[in-house]
């Protein structure tokens, strides 16, 4: 079976980078995204193609090849779902904020209401591709609401989660380490959607990257590699608190066990703690699974790295509070970063948001800049948490336009986001704009302490 035409619903961080590369690696094959935020459809088709809603370096050259010729964005879901004959679910899969598995378990009602949503549409037989990233055994519950609400179609279930991380979203997706296809190997309808999402990537990934697995493997492999790479930034971190106590250094310490072939060099910087939108939501996620089967080591083992990463985050902004002799109260601190890692405009979870809430209810003032990140995102990230009112949090924050009309006066400096440009600052500079003593305080090991101090930093680096 040769795929003709793809639907993708859910337009966001995975959606749209995934898309534009299928569409531009295939261009006999249409792809539409489709999505109910007609705000983000708008971007999508902004003329300007720099205008388009996610920063990535990159996106913007794949999206102008393709875009017009065979990669459409458009509102009309129905439509999309009508004339596809494979459809990719890329809607967003948050942790759930009410009831039964409150604050753990990944809230599926998007899933479900794409589910509803194509069962009512299709008309002809449809390949139906996971690639959210969802609890194990979920492509039971969408075949079961498919099955019995169809229009007597045949549906096919695959799971293909996206590994792709943000700010290097279009090389991963180019070269990607695999791609995983979960689907029922059992039957040949089964194998055949199996063949036919495999014969979309061998545009441009080598077979022997493309890995097939029962549908249940794939799911659970999806949540499992979260888990591990967040579980390696936590162990980090836990010992950068370690090494600030006897006088080690971890980048030494990280440097050294990296060299261990079996240990690797990745996924060993330590920082203020890890944010994005998935890591915490998925190990929370793969808690409540572990729970709800009984596995009460199982979860307590994973729910440790949730621990930690609060921890460092709250620990970290402890330090500058001490640091600063006790109090930072009516203290202009700049905060520079915003983004949870550099090269991309998210923010969700992004531990500049806490840091800057525990400053806030010290009363510091904050001055914030972020190169990708706009004054109207960083207060919405703030009055989310609902820890003050939307007057306060504006009476207490300033946003500005670059990192040097950050510093102008302020009692300390924060590296919240390992952007290139912080390290190519003009630090003299910045610390004779700085009141004395002028504190600057490294979160992401961005900086070089010796240099710093010998402008005449207090100079503190996460870890060291
Ligand atoms: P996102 O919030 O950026 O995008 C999801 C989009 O789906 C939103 O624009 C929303 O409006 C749309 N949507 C929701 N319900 C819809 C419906 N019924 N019909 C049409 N559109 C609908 O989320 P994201 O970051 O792209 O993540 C999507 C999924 O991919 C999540 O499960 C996430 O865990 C997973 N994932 C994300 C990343 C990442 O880097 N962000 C990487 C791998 C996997
Ligand atoms: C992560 C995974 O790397 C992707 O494979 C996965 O597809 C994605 O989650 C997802 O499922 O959403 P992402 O969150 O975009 O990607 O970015 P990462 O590079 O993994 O960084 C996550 C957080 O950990 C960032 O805040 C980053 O600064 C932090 N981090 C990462 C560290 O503090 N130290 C490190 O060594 C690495």
């Not at 964005?73 to 759930?96: G, Y």
């Not at 990934?205 to 697995?213: A, E, S």
């Amino acid at each position: 079976m040769k795929i003709k035409n793809i639907c993708c619903i859910g337009a966001g961080y995975v959606g749209g980078p995934t898309m534009a590369i299928i569409a531009q690696k295939s261009p006999e094959i249409t792809v539409t995204v489709v999505d109910i935020n007609e705000k983000r459809i708008a971007a999508w088709n902004d003329e300007d193609v720099n205008n388009i809603p996610i920063y990535e370096p990159g996106l913007a050259d794949v999206v102008a090849e393709a875009r017009g010729r065979n990669l459409f964005f458009s509102t009309d879901v129905d439509k999309a779902i009508d004339e596809a004959d494979m459809i990719f679910i890329s809607v967003n899969t948050p942790t759930k904020t009410y009831g039964i598995g409150k604050g753990m378990a990944a809230d599926l009602k998007y899933i479900e209401l794409c589910a509803r949503q194509i069962a009512r549409v299709a008309k002809t037989d449809k390949i139906v591709v996971e690639k959210s990233t969802l609890p194990v055994r979920t492509a039971e519950a969408l075949k079961n609401i498919l099955d019995n609400t169809g229009n007597g179609v045949n549906f096919q279930i695959l799971s293909n989660p996206e590994f792709l991380a943000e700010g290097t979203a279009v090389s991963d997706l180019h070269k990607p380490d695999r791609v995983l296809i979960g689907g029922d190997l059992d039957t040949d309808e089964g194998k055949e959607a199996i063949q036919a999402l495999v014969d979309v990537y061998a545009h441009w990934v080598t077979k022997d990257n493309i890995l097939t697995t029962n549908v249940w493997s794939s799911e659970l492999s999806k949540l499992t590699a979260n888990a591990f790479l967040a579980q390696r930034v936590s162990s980090i971190n836990a010992l950068s608190e370690l090494c600030e106590q006897t006088g080690a250094d971890i980048k030494e310490v990280a440097k050294a066990i990296g060299m261990d072939s079996r240990i690797g060099p990745k996924f060993l910087q330590a920082s203020v703690g890890f944010g994005g939108s998935c890591f915490q939501k998925d190990i929370l996620n793969l808690v409540y699974i572990a729970k709800s089967f009984g596995l009460n080591e199982v979860a307590d083992y994973w729910e440790q790295v949730i621990i930690m990463n609060d921890h460092q985050k709250r620990r970290f902004a402890a330090k500058m509070v001490k640091t600063l002799y006790n109090t930072v109260s009516g203290k202009k601190i700049a905060l520079l970063g915003w983004a949870f890692k550099k090269d991309t405009n998210d923010t969700r979870e992004s531990a500049a948001i806490y840091v800057a809430d525990y400053l806030l209810i010290e009363q510091a003032e904050l001055v914030i800049y972020d190169p990708k990140v706009n004054k109207e995102q960083i207060l919405a990230d703030l009055d989310c948490l609902g820890t003050r009112s939307e007057e306060e949090n504006r009476a207490n924050i300033t946003v500005v336009n670059n990192a040097m009309d950050a510093a102008n006066d302020a009692h300390a400096i924060a590296i919240m986001t390992e952007w290139d440009e912080f390290k190519a600052l003009d630090w003299e500079q910045v610390y004779n704009d700085m009141l004395k003593p002028a504190f600057l305080f490294d979160g992401r090991r961005l900086l070089d302490r010796h240099e710093l101090e010998a402008i005449g930093f207090e100079f503190y680096a996460i870890g060291s």
